[in-house]
């Protein structure tokens, strides 16, 4: 349910009406993309991925410190609760945003996206405490799947303003989407009570005065470091996560952008899209989680990253609408069960029985984190220095190779079958 509560601001905020209403509102005086930014002039899809970029760099910061002292004072759940209603009350903001406030607005965004991926962090480490092994799989696709299909009512329910706005009695072209972007904060915070109503509470045996809190938080996360260091298997995997990660979530953000300006496709065409990606993922979830059973997780993740390698040399060559619908019905296919895959197979890597899951899972959602940063950097920064966005597909597709390679170092059955000791 906490899927179903967060992943609106996946789509609504970061995948379809934001960024469509972005670029239609991020414009100079004389309508051009190129805006001033603090005295510099930068495009504006380039100020939207450097945006992300910072973003998830804070958050990479915060998170190792927040997720050790959760582990030690017994507090996952507040902390999670903290980040989740930042991210809410942030949405909730940007129903102010105006090319007047396009700066201050920027900087909202900016901290819905902190608000989201924190509280992300303590929601993936109540898996392995919630779950049996052999549930990790087909819990984490439903997780997911039932995350598409919330996200999905809602923005049909916004797609429906937007389309229709004098039904709702709705005169203001822009105010359809400033609705929309309230709407997610009031989704969020609303369906997240169910989680933090049944969701475990932490230990708290382990909570000393408050002056002690940040040394014994910095001695857990030294403490999981040198763990990591004796888990070769999961070491391997955490390197090849952090680079196909790198392109994937950029792909995630950087989408909508695309199709609105390097093919100019229509702002409604560009949101049904996203919501054909959402409906096809919640299938591609389980059909992961399936052949995950088959083939093994790891060989299920390389066939993942092999397809995002043809969605990246496909999109290059793209030029007409058709082409881009039939990569996007691709891209649901993978996305969702690349993910959930991914933190499936993370759960079975960490060690049993172990009571610093928060902490384990913050060097799991920081190297996310990381690699979005890097992503999304690289993606701009090309783009900036080419002018093209087409060039920067081309360097996604260059990391997915790179992700690929990485994933083929681990050997898939030893995910099921061996300790972490290498022992069966």
């Known amino acids: 349910m906490y899927d179903w509560a967060n992943s609106v601001h996946a789509l609504v905020i970061v995948s379809s009406i934001f960024p ?30 450097y945006t992300v970029s910072i973003s998830f760099l804070i958050t990479a910061a915060l998170i190792p410190l927040c997720t050790a002292i959760a582990d030690f004072t017994g507090r996952k759940k507040d902390f999670m609760k903290f980040f989740c209603y930042t991210g809410a009350i942030s949405c909730m903001l940007l129903f102010f945003f105006t090319k007047d406030t396009l ?4 900087l909202i965004f900016g901290l819905s996206l902190v608000g989201w991926s924190g509280s992300i962090v303590f929601y993936d480490s109540y898996l392995p405490e919630i779950a049996t092994e052999d549930n990790f799989d087909k819990y984490s696709a439903r997780g997911f799947s039932m995350g598409y299909l919330g996200s999905v009512l809602l923005l049909l329910f916004n797609l429906s303003m937007i389309l229709a706005p004098g039904f709702y009695g709705i005169e203001n072209k822009a105010m359809p989407a400033r609705i929309s972007f309230f709407s997610v904060g009031v989704w969020w915070i609303l369906f997240a009570q169910i989680p933090f109503r049944y969701l475990p509470d932490g230990n708290r045996s382990k909570a000393k005065k408050a002056g002690n809190w940040l040394f014994n938080g910095f001695s857990e996360l030294r403490k999981i470091y040198s ?3 004796e888990q070769p298997y999961l ?18 953000y950087v989408a909508t952008i695309f199709g609105a300006t390097e093919l100019m496709l229509p702002s409604q065409s ?22 995950s059973g088959r083939i093994g997780n790891i060989y299920a993740l390389m066939t993942g990253v092999v397809i995002w390698i043809g969605v990246c040399a496909g999109a290059y060559y793209t030029t007409e609408a058709k082409e881009f619908y039939v990569l996007a019905c691709t891209v649901g296919m993978v996305m969702g069960g690349l993910q959930s895959l991914s933190r499936a197979t993370y759960s079975k890597l960490i060690p049993e029985n172990t009571t610093d899951s928060a902490s384990y899972f913050s060097f799991y959602d920081v190297t996310e984190k990381l690699a979005i940063v890097l992503g999304t950097f690289i993606y701009g920064a090309v783009e900036q220095f080419t002018g093209s966005m087409r060039n920067s597909i081309l360097a996604l597709l260059v990391i997915f190779v790179f992700g690929l390679i990485l994933l083929s170092r681990i050997p898939s059955l030893k995910v099921y079958r061996y300790g972490l000791n290498g022992q069966e």
Do not use: C, H, N, P
């Open 103 to 106: 700066i201050a607005s920027l």
């Open 227 to 229: 763990e990591l260091q």
């Open 270 to 291: 560009l949101i049904i899209t996203v919501l054909l990606i959402q409906i096809v993922g919640i299938v591609g979830s389980f059909v992961f989680a399936w052949l």
């Open 235 to 252: 070491a391997k995997f955490l390197s090849a996560f952090f680079i196909y990660t790198m392109g994937l979530r950029t792909v995630m």
């Open 20 to 49: 469509v209403y972005f670029s239609a509102t991020a414009l100079s005086a004389s309508g051009s993309a190129e805006i001033d930014f603090f005295g510099f002039s930068v495009k504006s899809s380039v100020l939207f991925s």
